[in-house]
Structures are given as structure tokens and as C-alpha cells.
Nanobody, 113 residues
Framework: VQLVESGGGLVQPGGSLRLSCAASGFTVSRYGMSWYRQAPGKERELVAFIGRTGGSTNYADSVKGRFTISRDNVKNTVYLQMNSLKPEDTAVYYC???????WGQGTQVTVSS
């Protein structure tokens, strides 16, 4: 099982980024998948979750209405579309496959003017 995140970077407040999590060793449509983030000096927190097959989603209150988690079954990839970014969204973002207890390496998102 391997998860590889990409798409992070530096963006101005109000901007957008799309994070990708390419999975190998399993089929993402068959398992719930999550995005977490960890800011400096803070604990890792759940940002978004997408359920298996049916695709139900849940979000942290702090990102509701701004972030969208989705899945491309053909590419076996999970995405996190982040809009209206704020400086407090600055963190390392991690993809997580809970069934396997597997984490990606993380991708840095910095929101700053």
C-alpha cells in the first residue's frame, strides 16, 4: 500500500489549490479515504473523509463550504479541492487510508500574501 500526495505550494489568501493522492496496492473506491493536516506546533487534524463506494463525505467545520474531497476510480486517486484559502489553512496535508493504517508523505500548503 502506497500513497503519494502532490499539488501543495504557496498561494495567496483567497486562492485555490487541488491536492492529489495517488494510491497503489489497493483500490480507493473500496475503502474510506481521508485528508488530514498538521500545522506547526499543533496536532494532526482530520480535514475531510470520503466513504467507500457510495462516496458519502464529511468535513471539519473549519473547511466546510470551501474544501471538497473527491475520488477518480480510473486514476485510483483521491483529491482535495481547496478554495477560498486562508492563512490558517497553512499546514502539511496528508492522505490517509484508514483500513490499512497508511499515510502518505505529506505535501506543504502555505497560504500567505
Amino acid at each position: 500500500v502506497q500513497l503519494v500526495e502532490s499539488g501543495g505550494g504557496l498561494v495567496q489568501p483567497g486562492g485555490s489549490l487541488r491536492l492529489s493522492c495517488a494510491a497503489s496496492g489497493f483500490t480507493v473506491s473500496r475503502y474510506g479515504m481521508s485528508w488530514y493536516r498538521q500545522a506547526p506546533g499543533k496536532e494532526r487534524e482530520l480535514v475531510a473523509f470520503i466513504g467507500r463506494t457510495g462516496g458519502s463525505t464529511n468535513y471539519a467545520d473549519s473547511v466546510k463550504g470551501r474544501f471538497t474531497i473527491s475520488r477518480d476510480n480510473v486514476k485510483n486517486t483521491v483529491y482535495l479541492q481547496m478554495n477560498s484559502l486562508k492563512p490558517e489553512d497553512t499546514a502539511v496535508y496528508y492522505c490517509y487510508a484508514g483500513y490499512f493504517g497508511s499515510w502518505g508523505q505529506g505535501t506543504q500548503v502555505t497560504v500567505s500574501s
